[in-house]
């Protein structure tokens, strides 16, 4: 047997019970030396608690897990990274306040009597660094970084550790298309020299790209385990969801938009240092893309039509009238939603379950005489909960609880069941799983039956192309160029959002 098919990570009948659910279900599969291991499923399928448990965050579960054929019993996380078992998470953990280097070497400081050893440290950081072709130093402070230089550190600090697996949960999230060229390439050398890698990402073209073979999960139990060459993209998603599913962003039903009614006039909007001169018109029953890179400011232009930045110039006119929206609250008063990206901080109240956070935005209409009726209340999550799948299935589970995607998902009723005119979503799918994008979808479309106007601000091309009527493309806070949505193709829209069209790149 060649060296890479032994197995280096078996899990067998793990099974994870918290109050009320049953994350994994008796899971067995095991991950093969050297290569790059895919675990799918869809949101709260529990990808997430099996990594937990992998990484020694959870120590208490049923079943066991075996490194290199010995019973693995991590006592804590630190445990884990010292028998080589390294993460690198979406939401990378980095203290802004030091330096890259003692965030790589953090709590395992090279020594020099008890003091640490700087010059060392920084070496051996540097060394790294340079290997994994960053061009930022061991001696920088981590404020500086991107996301994507961020997540660099993170690889780091576990080649520091000497890792032999490595974890990327959901790692494509918040980066760019460059960025995440680059992390492909490292993910690939790192495999050349031997270690092994589990994938988790909702981007199924990624798992297609990178990865060797993938395991998938399904209501907190094993489905199968496959080599990627063997499988197509539509077999894979039934895997995943047990149904069939059209993976593509399709709009069923064309022609709402009504071209004499304009919602939203922004006319010169202009944010000084940030973005200049933007001007749109949001119609009746249209939905209006936002494409762009990272970076190209369509997050800021449209928190500032919702006033939650103070422009420096510039008029929106709602309906014809002239509004000032000198903060959010003014904005929703008026009848404008904003979904942000960033959901996990902005998006709802810890503290609170789904049925009241999906409630938030309506609590008057729940409200008789002064009391808030619970029941109408629950009614209310009760029919989102169904419409988008939110799983588990229960308005009185706390939000907090919630597998990532699921937790988008009660972000995302909360303001579909808003009386909102104008609902503006910032990557309304971002960490969504295929099923739930299709729901999501759907749910637009009937806004739109209902005559609402939606903006949508996505990185992802296909959801772009296959939603919006019209797509405004930025680049460095200025408007370039402004399309109708009929026969374009991505390529079209990344011309413009880098700059590279011939005629484009002089206006730019
Ligand atoms: N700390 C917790 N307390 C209670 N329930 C939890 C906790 N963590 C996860 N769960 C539940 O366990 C299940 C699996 O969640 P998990 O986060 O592992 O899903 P996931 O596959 O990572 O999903 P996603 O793609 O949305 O990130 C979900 O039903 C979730 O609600
Ligand atoms: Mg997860």
């Given at each position: 047997m060649r060296e890479h098919n032994e197995p280096i990570i078996q899990f067998q009948n793990v099974t994870k019970v918290f109050p009320g659910v049953k994350?994994?279900?008796e899971v067995s599969f095991e991950v093969k030396k050297g290569e790059i291991h895919a675990l799918l499923g869809e949101n709260g399928a529990g990808k997430s608690t099996l990594l937990n448990i992998l990484h020694g965050?959870?120590?208490?579960?049923?079943g066991s897990v075996r490194l290199k054929k010995n019973i693995a019993q991590f006592k804590s996380a630190n445990d884990a990274i010292e028998q080589g078992i390294s993460k690198v998470h979406q939401e990378v953990s980095i203290?802004?306040?030091?330096t890259v280097g003692q965030n790589i070497v953090l709590g395992y400081e090279p020594k020099r009597g008890f003091l640490i050893d700087y010059k060392t440290l920084h070496e051996k950081a540097n060394h790294i660094l340079s290997r994994l072709n960053?061009?930022?130093?061991?001696?920088?402070?981590?404020?500086?970084?991107s996301t994507g230089e961020m997540q660099m550190v993170a690889i780091a600090k576990a080649i520091y550790h000497k890792a032999e697996v490595i974890s990327f949960d959901?790692?494509?999230?918040?980066?760019s298309t460059k960025e995440t060229k680059a992390l492909f390439k490292i993910i690939n050398e790192l495999k050349n020299d031997g270690m092994t890698i589990i994938y988790v990402s909702h981007r199924l073209e990624e798992i297609f790209e990178i990865c060797d073979r993938a395991s998938i999960l399904r209501d907190g139990k094993f489905v199968d385990s496959l080599?990627?060459?063997?499988?197509?993209k539509e077999e894979l998603i039934k895997k995943m969801v047990g149904r069939d599913v059209s993976s593509f962003a399709v709009r069923?039903?064309?022609?709402?938009?009504?071209?004499?009614?304009?919602?939203l006039e922004v006319e010169n909007l202009t944010l000084s240092n940030v973005f200049e001169n933007i001007s749109f018109q949001l119609k009746k029953g249209e939905i209006l893309g936002f494409s762009g890179l990272?970076?190209?400011?369509r997050t800021d232009v449209l928190r500032t039509v919702f006033g939650a930045e103070k422009k420096t110039s510039g008029s929106i006119k709602l309906n014809g009238k002239e509004v000032n929206i000198a903060s959010p609250e003014k904005a929703v008063q008026l009848g404008i939603g904003l979904i942000p990206?960033?959901?996990?901080?902005?998006?709802?109240?810890?503290?609170?379950d789904n049925a009241n956070n999906i409630g938030l935005t309506k609590l008057e209409k729940f409200t008789k005489f002064g009391l808030l009726q619970h029941n109408k209340k629950t009614k209310n999550c009760e029919h989102y909960v169904n419409e988008i799948n939110l799983?588990?299935?229960?308005?009185?589970?706390?939000?907090?609880?919630?597998s990532g995607g699921n937790q988008q998902k009660v972000v995302i009723s909360k303001w579909l069941s808003s009386d909102a005119e104008v609902l503006i979503l910032d990557?309304?799918?971002?960490?969504?799983?295929v099923g739930a994008k299709a729901e999501i979808y759907r749910v637009l479309e009937e806004l739109l039956e209902k005559g609402k106007s939606i903006i949508i601000i996505s990185s992802e091309l296909p959801e772009v192309l296959g939603m919006s009527d019209r797509i405004i493309v930025m680049r460095e806070g200025k408007k370039v160029k402004e399309l109708?949505?009929?026969?374009?193709t991505e390529e079209d829209i990344l011309q413009y959002a880098m700059g590279v069209n011939n005629h484009e790149s002089k206006i730019g």
């Open positions: 994350a994994l279900e965050v959870y120590t208490e579960y049923e203290i802004p306040e030091i960053c061009n930022f130093k061991s001696e920088d402070m981590a404020n500086t970084l959901e790692p494509t999230a918040s980066l080599s990627v060459s063997d499988i197509t069923n039903k064309q022609g709402l938009v009504k071209d004499d009614e304009v919602v990272v970076g190209s400011k990206e960033n959901r996990k901080t902005q998006g709802f109240v810890k503290y609170f799983r588990p299935v229960d308005p009185h589970y706390m939000t907090v609880n919630l990557e309304p799918t971002k960490g969504v799983d109708d949505n009929k026969q374009l």
